[in-house]
C-alpha cells in the first residue's frame, strides 16, 4: 500500500508527469531538466526527489551534476505498470510532443557549458526589486 500512495503522489503533479514522459528518451542532467520545464533548480530537485522516493527514477552523480533516468527494468512491477500507463495514457497527448520537441533543442546544447550557466545564475546575488530598491532610497540607504 505504500509504494502505491508514494506512486499516486508522485503522479499527482503536472510536472512530475511531464519530466518523466521526458526522461524516456533517456538520462538527462538536471540542467536540461531546468531549461527544458524553465523551473528553478531548487523545485526541479523537489520534484526529482518525491519520483526517486516513488522508484520511478534513478539518479547518478558526476562531478557536481545530477543525471536522471527512468526506472528500469529491476525496478517492481508497480512501478513498472505506472511508467507503462504514463506512456500508453499520453502517447498522443499535445503538451508531452512540444515537450519532446523542445528537448531535442535542449539536447543540442552544449551540455557543460548549459550547467556552468546556470551554475552562475544561482550563485548571483539577487538584485533588490523595484519596489524593495525605492524602499531603500526612500529609508536614505
Known amino acids: 500500500m505504500r ?3 508514494m506512486i499516486t503522489k508522485a ?3 503536472e510536472n512530475r508527469v511531464r519530466m518523466l514522459m521526458a526522461l524516456r528518451r533517456g538520462e538527462l542532467c538536471a540542467c536540461q531538466i531546468v531549461e527544458l520545464f524553465g523551473l528553478a533548480p531548487s523545485t526541479v530537485s523537489r ?3 518525491i519520483l526517486r522516493a516513488a522508484g520511478l527514477v534513478e539518479a547518478r552523480k558526476n562531478g557536481r551534476w545530477v543525471h536522471y533516468r527512468r526506472a528500469g527494468g529491476e525496478a517492481s512491477p508497480e512501478v513498472r505498470g505506472a511508467l507503462r500507463w ?3 495514457s499520453l502517447r498522443s497527448d ?3 510532443a512540444a515537450d519532446a520537441k523542445r528537448l531535442e533543442e535542449v539536447r ?3 551540455l557543460e ?3 556552468r550557466a546556470q551554475q552562475r545564475r544561482k550563485s548571483k546575488p539577487a538584485r533588490p526589486s523595484a519596489r524593495g ?3 531603500a532610497a526612500r529609508k536614505g540607504r
Do not use: I
Request: with cysteine.
Open 3 to 5: 509504494l502505491l500512495m
Open 11 to 13: 503522479l499527482a503533479d
Open 47 to 49: 520534484h526529482m526527489w
Open 86 to 88: 504514463l506512456d500508453e
Open 94 to 96: 499535445s503538451e508531452v
Open 108 to 110: 543540442e546544447l552544449d
Open 113 to 115: 557549458a548549459l550547467c
Open 133 to 135: 530598491a525605492s524602499r
